[in-house]
């Protein structure tokens, strides 16, 4: 796995961040902002007072050690028929959200499109181009359902992407990056393809740090070792990574990347960290809050089926328990339905 250093933005000259949230806001603004790609055009899907924000003032990134934010302007709407065809859209929405916005996103493909897939979790993706296992083209119903994200986006034009950047939203129009900033990107079939190497290169020109590799499956289970446990747990308990990482929970978290651990290894993967060292990197985490566990004070729908129902299906694909994961897959889908009962009734 390399290190992209240099590489030519080539033939992506419109390029849409579908999603401008903390992750695909910092990614927007860096590309609009990059000398590299002057010659580009950088626009995103928002909504919102956020989108508002971005339209009147710019947005501005809060980087680490720098005194004054970035202030990127750029065109953004909430309406994907605002804009022309895109050579590469760049979607950094949750699992969940996919299949609402997947008409758009295909819609604003040209033809010869990419699309750069950055996700927590397990993929709808993910079994196209595999050849570890002898899945290879298997569609996941839960992940995808009526396969309408499958037959509008084509996994042919997907490239796999795994992020490990912390990003908050302060207020609208304003992100501040944290710890992090490395980016994993890898075509599904292995191929390490010149379009491939060009969006490396375009998103390394604009200050991220990149790494492309022909096993990006190995990319997206490390990470979701510690998603799979840190995320359900977080909500339930409603406890941030140390809380549970010093309290009760610990030997659950054990449990269940011990299962994750197993299904990967099982499907053809492999994770380079241990059960232990992943929790010991997640106790570096200290107060940080999850996904699932912001999605769910804010009383937004939680991220389950990528995070936790995922591996409980790939657990059954390949033959391995996942007892632990089945009963959080029980209490967070519980939750989450109690939390859509109390939107319904204040609607």
């Known amino acids: ?58 947005l501005h990134l809060h980087e680490p050690g720098k005194s004054e934010p970035l202030v990127a302007k750029f065109a953004a709407t909430d309406n994907a028929g605002d804009l022309g065809p895109q050579d590469l859209v760049i979607v950094t929405l949750k699992g969940h959200q996919l299949t609402s916005a997947s008409e758009d996103i295909a819609r604003l493909l040209k033809p010869d499109g990419r699309v750069v897939m950055i996700q927590n979790g397990i993929p709808w993706w993910y079994f196209h181009g595999d050849k570890t296992n002898g899945l290879k083209g298997r569609q996941v119903e839960a992940l995808d359902p009526d396969g309408l994200v499958w037959k509008r986006i084509g996994p042919e034009r997907v490239i796999g992407g795994v992020i490990y950047q912390g990003a908050q939203m302060l207020e609208p129009g304003h992100i501040r990056l944290t710890s992090g900033g490395l980016l994993h990107l890898g075509e599904p079939s292995g191929t390490m393809s010149a379009e491939l190497a060009a969006i490396a290169g375009l998103l390394h020109a604009s200050g991220w740090t990149i790494k492309t590799t022909d096993r990006i499956r190995d990319e997206i289970w490390l990470k979701f070792l510690g998603n799979a446990a840190f995320n359900p747990i977080s909500a339930l308990t409603r406890g941030r990574i140390t809380e549970i990482m010093d309290g ?8 269940v990347m011990t299962e994750v651990h197993a299904v990967a290894e099982r499907l053809g993967c492999h994770v380079s960290e241990t059960v232990e060292q992943k929790m010991e990197h997640g106790r570096g985490l200290g107060n940080a809050k ?27 694909m390949a033959d391995v328990p996942t007892p632990a994961n089945d009963i959080l897959l029980s ?17």
């Open 248 to 255: 009760p929970a610990v030997d659950l978290v054990k449990q």
């Open 290 to 316: 999850t996904s699932m566990l912001q999605d769910l004070e804010q009383g937004r729908p939680m991220e389950i089926t990528p995070l936790t129902r995922a591996i409980t299906l790939l657990g059954r």
């Open 331 to 347: 209490l967070i889908s519980q939750l989450d339905e109690s939390m859509a009962k109390a939107r319904a009734a204040g609607a």
């Open 1 to 58: 796995m390399d290190e992209t250093e240099t590489s030519k933005p080539g033939q992506f000259r419109n390029i849409c961040v579908f999603g401008a949230g903390a992750i695909g806001g910092a990614l927007a603004a860096r590309l609009a902002t990059s000398p590299m790609l002057e010659v580009a055009t950088i626009t995103a899907i928002a909504r919102g007072a956020h989108l508002k924000a971005i339209r009147d003032n710019g």
